[in-house]
């Protein structure tokens, strides 16, 4: 090709001098041809930038010499800068922005400072922070995180799905943003949650950041204020609904299989429940899929109601529930309790519903209302008169456990508190709805009202309250504490379907964790700070059901399940261990105990150091 011939060839009438557009303009690139980055495209990635920790030697063989400053500063070094500059912001939304920025930058120095500061900013990555960043995500927009799928993608799923550059996938987190936390509809705008959650997979479950995929299905949005918004990212439509939503989420569904295979695992997230009630039940007899709203969050309040058994005393089976919401946490959360005590109790599940009583926008759930009852509220419909507000509720149904998932703020009112606290010694209150504007009721509330006797745990964190010379220290009940562990579980175990014994068994690793220490303070859920070591117990406990039901494929196992189920399952602890990124004597401890056993890790450890 002549030189001119050559500089002409690119379109639109610019001349490419420099050769830059020429292999896209005259040859196809497929996006999924991998090179191996070095010099400025090397700092350009995040997932191998360094920053400043490149040491000498790798600035010459990385050919980067030069366009760092000359000092070479540890991770430990650059996480002291950074978590330094961190807490110079007084507005969490730009501490939330600042370490987006650093994700997209410098990808294993994120992580390092996620796990090492984990309690100081989980409520920036996720709740509550992460719901004022959906809501202002046209503004705050960078670069994409995830993946996303729109109606305009009807038909090319499968193409969209390879456009993304990591093949192998072990979790997907996918959202539709109907329902973000309690803030209602955002739309295209929800990939925050995705991303945030997933963000979670790895820091606090230890799940490789590659094998994550966040994704985002654009079907429209309600939200006026969006679709008047110039800045708003998503499809400027109303929802569609109907024939036309169920045919891009079956296109949706069978694109992932058939991409990923069947082991890959499908976390809804936060899709509205006339929605996630129907795709839970059509998708979890053919994919591994579960509902992290309904059935991630039940678990982790069944592990509160547990560990609070030491505290407030009896059997799950000798107290009452209510619930203010009915909806997809609400329900959720009743049925995995039922589901317990008929699995303690040997009483049919039919009968366990009984002593669980569900509040919803028009009043308590009753057998007079079954009419009109949408179908997942049908259960908990009881013999009872009308009863219109959740006040003459507590009153009425006289609960020693009352459960907030109502998505709307302040409705623990001091009236509501102060009932339970006259009907109870020791007032078991979980105000779940996110973000902490929606919370039922703050932590300071619940303890001032019930005049220091509510056991209390909430969605998004709270400080610890001083009363009357005494500090309590509020809980978090949040589903942080159970996807991770339960997801590494599903993963590591081949698992190919969710079941609500998983489930329990999640409930249960995670209530055994929570020590004398912990009770003492008044704390139903163990701090986060070891949040690590906790998803790898939940994760064992998990994969252990897993075999126990057999919903698992892989052909490694099941060899090694037959030649001896015991080294397998230490073989499997061991790696959780070496996945915890735990002191290097365990690790090394570990190694040297798999070779005496001769069997290997499936999975590498995530990377923690350079
Ligand atoms: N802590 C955690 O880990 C989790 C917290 N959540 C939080 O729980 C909340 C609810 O989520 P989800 O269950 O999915 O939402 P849903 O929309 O499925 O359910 C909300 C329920 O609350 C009821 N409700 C709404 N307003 C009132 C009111 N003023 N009085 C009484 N009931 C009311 C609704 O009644 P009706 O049916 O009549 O409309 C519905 O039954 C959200 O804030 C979410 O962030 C969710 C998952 C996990
Ligand atoms: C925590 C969570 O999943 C929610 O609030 O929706
Ligand atoms: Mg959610």
């Known amino acids: 090709m002549a030189t001119d011939d050559f500089v002409n060839s690119v379109g639109g009438g610019v001349k490419d001098h420099y050769g830059e557009d020429s292999a896209t303009e005259d040859q196809l690139i497929t996006p999924w041809n991998f090179s191996v980055a070095s010099g400025h495209t090397l700092l350009r990635d995040p997932r191998y930038n360094k920053g400043l920790a490149f040491t000498e030697k790798e600035r010459d063989s ?12 540890t991770q430990e070094l650059q996480e002291k800068r950074l978590m330094h500059n961190l807490r110079q912001y007084d507005v969490p939304l730009h501490k939330y922005i600042a370490l987006m920025d ?28 992460v719901g004022e960043a959906c809501q202002k995500y046209g503004s705050i927009y960078r670069r994409p995180q995830g993946l996303y799928i729109s109606l305009k993608e009807k038909g090319k799923i499968l193409e969209v799905l390879k456009n993304w550059p990591e093949k192998t996938i072990q979790v997907i987190v996918v959202t539709d943003g109907e329902r973000i936390l309690g803030l209602g509809d955002l739309g295209c705008q929800g990939m925050g949650i995705p991303v945030g959650k997933l963000s979670l997979y790895t820091a606090l479950g230890g799940v490789r950041p590659s094998a994550c995929l966040p994704i985002t299905i ?89 560990a609070s058994l030491k505290l407030i005393g009896g059997t799950l089976a000798d107290h009452t529930f209510l619930f203010l919401g009915a909806g997809e946490a609400g329900t959720g959360i009743a049925e995995l309790i039922a589901l317990e005590i008929s699995k303690q109790t040997k009483a049919p599940v039919e009968e366990t519903r009984k002593k669980i009583w569900l509040v919803d926008s028009k009043g308590l759930i009753v057998s007079s209302r079954q009419q009109s009852l949408q179908h997942f509220k049908k259960p908990w419909a009881h013999e009872h008169e009308p009863v219109k507000d959740l006040l003459n509720a507590v009153k009425a149904i006289k ?5 907030g998932t109502s998505g709307v703020g302040k409705t623990f009112t001091k009236e509501v508190v102060e009932a339970m606290a006259s009907l109870n010694k020791k007032p078991l209150i979980f105000a779940l709805s996110n973000p902490t504007s929606q919370s039922e009721c703050t932590a300071e509330e619940a303890y001032t009202w019930s005049k220091g006797k509510a056991i209390f745990a909430s969605g998004s964190p709270f400080d610890p309250v001083e009363y009357e010379g005494k500090v309590f220290v509020p809980g978090q009940g949040n589903n942080a504490y159970i996807f991770p562990g339960l997801g590494l579980g599903l993963i590591m175990s081949g698992a190919i379907r969710v079941r609500d014994e998983m489930l329990l068994a999640a409930s249960e690793a995670l209530a055994a964790q929570v020590s004398q220490e912990h009770y003492d303070k008044g704390l139903i859920y163990p701090p986060f700070t070891n949040i690590r070591k906790i998803s790898a117990n939940i994760a064992a406990s998990v994969a252990a059901k897993t075999y126990e039901l057999g919903e698992f494929h892989c052909e490694m196992c099941f060899v090694q399940l037959k030649q001896n189920f015991l080294v397998f399952v230490l073989n499997f602890f061991l790696c959780l261990v070496d996945r915890s990124g735990f002191s290097s004597t365990s690790t090394k401890g570990s190694r040297q ?5 001769h069997v290997q890790p499936r999975l590498s450890k995530l990377p923690l150091r350079f």
Do not use: W
């Open 218 to 306: 654009d079907v429209g949005t309600n939200n006026e204020k969006l679709l008047n918004d110039e800045f708003y990212i998503g499809l400027r439509q109303k929802r569609a609904t109907g024939k036309e939503y169920a045919e891009l989420l079956e296109e949706f569904m069978h694109a992932v299989k058939q991409n990923y295979g069947e082991k890959v695992l499908v976390q809804f997230e936060d899709f509205a429940n006339h929605n996630a009630f129907e795709l839970l039940d059509k998708y979890s007899s053919s994919h591994l899929v579960f509902n992290d709203d309904i059935q991630g969050t039940a678990s982790v309040v069944l592990a509160g109601l547990l």
């Open 62 to 73: 990385h050919y980067v010499r030069g366009l760092l400053p000359p000092a070479i500063f």
């Open 593 to 597: 105990i798999r070779r005496k056993l």
């Open 399 to 403: 609960p020693t456990v009352l459960i």
């Open 102 to 129: 650093l994700q997209e930058r410098n990808e294993r120095l994120f992580y390092k400072i996620l796990i090492e500061n984990v309690e100081e900013l989980l409520p920036v990555v996720y709740t509550p922070t």
